[in-house]
């Protein structure tokens, strides 16, 4: 068998940029791509997929970049992941997508609905990480400070050598609570433990694209901002700022959720994705979901 069998992947796949992009589609209609976060792939959002899919399109990916990719041409980073997003979406060929986009990939996907509003039919971004567009002092500190306490530890543990534990300090630091991370069931488990590898990646990333609020600003498709209502605080500030950047964007603070809200509760977060669709106009409004709350802090 060859090199290159070896690393192309066993299902559907796209090839970007030298690349094997693996994906999965679900259903049929308009077609709606969910990006995962840091530490997960096409896995992490394959129920909200599932339960979106008698409505849409639904497709899960894993992005490169977080499979141990390290194209030089190409390296780690919001703008690397932002053209991966494009280069995608036109692979696909199913034309302009609902763009669905958790974490870490939040910040490339906003840059896509600026640079290339014509691959985006609305945007539904769950708890944005990146402080670029917070202007206020005194917030982007608050951002600055929050992630220290959360991730630092998380990369001392990489730099000992010690995986396994970066990864479950990780978890812990995005849910708030210590011991998180071993309680998850094992298919979730298996895939921190598959995607391991790419802390090498997220610790040696590029800056991230400098997105300002005046960018924000030109943002004209449909747009639901959403974070949960006991979050960290760097989520919930990112979040809240870039929903009052982004004109006539729905602000949703979700009860009694956190950042791993999509994959804790898969059908609540796949609830608000349709209630979101819906006030796209992608899908027609169903009685009996979770409804858009939203929320003008």
Same mark, same amino acid.
């Given at each position: 068998m060859s090199t290159d069998q070896l690393l192309r992947p066993q299902g559907p796949f796209l090839e970007i940029e030298g690349v094997f992009v693996p994906y999965c589609s679900q259903g049929e209609g308009q077609p709606v791509l969910l990006t995962h976060g840091v530490l997960g792939d096409l896995r992490s959002l394959d129920p909200v997929a599932g339960d979106l899919s008698d409505a849409v399109e639904a497709i899960t990916v894993t992005l490169p970049a977080l499979t141990a990719d390290a194209r030089p041409t190409r390296p780690f980073g919001t703008a690397g992941q932002r053209d991966d997003l494009i280069d995608l979406i036109w692979s696909l060929g199913r034309g302009p997508v609902h763009l669905v986009a958790w974490s870490f990939s939040a910040h490339s996907a906003l840059a896509v609905a600026i640079d290339r509003p014509d691959l985006?039919?609305?945007?539904?971004?769950?708890?944005?990480?990146?402080?670029?567009?917070?202007?206020?002092?005194?917030? !982007?500190?608050?951002?600055?400070?929050?992630? /220290?306490?959360?991730?630092?530890?998380?990369?001392?543990?990489?730099?000992? /050598?010690?995986?396994?534990?970066?990864?479950?300090?990780?978890?812990?630091?995005?849910?708030?609570?210590?011991?998180?991370?071993?309680?998850?069931?094992?298919?979730?488990?298996?895939?921190?433990?598959?995607t391991a590898h790419t802390l090498e990646a997220i610790f040696a990333q590029t800056p991230p694209i400098p997105l300002a609020p005046a960018d924000l600003g030109r943002?004209?498709?449909?747009?639901?901002?959403?974070? /949960?209502? @006991?979050?960290?605080?760097?989520?919930?500030?990112?979040?809240?700022?870039?929903?009052?950047?982004?004109s006539g964007a729905a602000h949703v603070v979700v009860p009694?959720?956190?950042?791993?809200?999509?994959?804790?509760?898969?059908? !609540?977060?796949?609830? $608000?994705?349709? @209630?979101? $669709?819906?006030? @796209?106009?992608?899908?027609?409004?169903?009685?009996?979901i979770e409804t858009l709350s939203e929320d003008a802090q």
């Open positions: 985006v039919r609305s945007l539904f971004l769950y708890e944005p990480g990146f402080p670029t567009f917070v202007e206020d002092e005194a917030r !982007r500190e608050a951002v600055v400070t929050d992630m /220290g306490a959360a991730f630092a530890p998380v990369a001392e543990a990489f730099r000992r /050598g010690d995986r396994e534990g970066a990864v479950r300090l990780a978890i812990d630091a995005a849910a708030r609570q210590p011991g998180h991370c071993e309680a998850q069931p094992d298919a979730i488990r298996a895939i921190y433990c598959d943002i004209r498709c449909p747009v639901t901002i959403a974070r /949960g209502e @006991a979050t960290r605080d760097c989520y919930a500030i990112v979040s809240d700022v870039a929903a009052r950047l982004v009694e959720a956190g950042h791993l809200l999509p994959e804790q509760e898969p059908a !609540r977060f796949a609830n $608000l994705v349709r @209630a979101h $669709l819906e006030r @796209a106009g992608a899908i027609a409004a169903r009685a009996g």
